[in-house]
């Protein structure tokens, strides 16, 4: 389960402001790449709360459901999400593009009302993006560790999945209601039968090949 350690550990050297960063959707063939941006005050989060948020990736939808809208109403997280769209992953590829989606995230959360600008930024993975603005630090597998992180996630995840299926209503027959643009089997048959859409990421070897 995660814990307060990371943040904890940064407030004791002196950066009082700490805020998570995760991405979802860097693997799948279609839709744009979400990031989000999180800070919880530990002071005020309920023990609830807390048990709900964890690594968005072991949680059922359900859980990820109730998890965002507990958060979003308790008034002890603030958060921001933003994308890099499919054009953009494959112009500056998908490492570059989940890095944008994670400034403009970060950038989001610092123009809020009421929002202080984070000290440091605590990121999933063993990659930082640059140009964040303040000092960035890497945890891998952050979103098992750090209530920031798995907040993060849990942001990202939910609101790339319902854009997702929105998605599917126009483009019907690719299951991306359930696959979530991820290259399941039905997709890929699709992908066959149907042919790309302009949601596909062509730069994405399934894709490159058909073309």
């Known amino acids: 389960m995660p814990s307060f350690r990371f943040e904890l550990r940064c407030q004791e050297r002196g950066e009082l402001r700490v805020a998570g960063i995760d991405e979802a959707g860097r693997g799948p063939l279609a839709g744009p790449v979400y990031a989000a941006a999180a800070v919880i005050d530990r002071t005020r989060a309920a023990r609830k709360l807390l048990r709900m948020i964890d690594d968005s990736k072991k949680l059922s939808h359900e859980q990820r459901e109730e ?31 989940t890095f944008l989606a994670m ?28 140009q964040l603005g303040c000092r960035a630090e890497t945890i891998v597998g952050g979103d098992a560790h750090s209530y920031s992180i798995a907040a993060a996630s849990i942001f990202a995840k939910v609101a790339r999945d ?11 027959g690719y299951g991306w209601e359930s696959n979530r643009g991820y290259g399941s089997a039905q997709h890929l048959a ?20 058909l073309v």
């Open 103 to 130: 400034r403009r995230a970060l950038a989001a959360l610092a123009e809020q009302p009421e929002v202080v600008p984070p000290d440091v930024v605590l990121v999933d993975g063993n990659r930082a993006p640059p």
């Open 67 to 97: 998890a965002y809208e507990a958060m979003v109403v308790s008034g002890v997280v603030q958060f921001a999400i933003a994308e890099a769209s499919v054009e953009e992953i494959d112009r500056i590829n998908i490492l570059q593009a």
């Open 162 to 172: 319902r854009y997702m299926t929105k998605l599917a209503e126009t483009f019907p």
């Open 190 to 209: 699709a992908l066959k039968l149907l042919g790309p859409t302009p949601h596909h990421r062509m730069s994405f070897a399934p894709l490159s090949r």
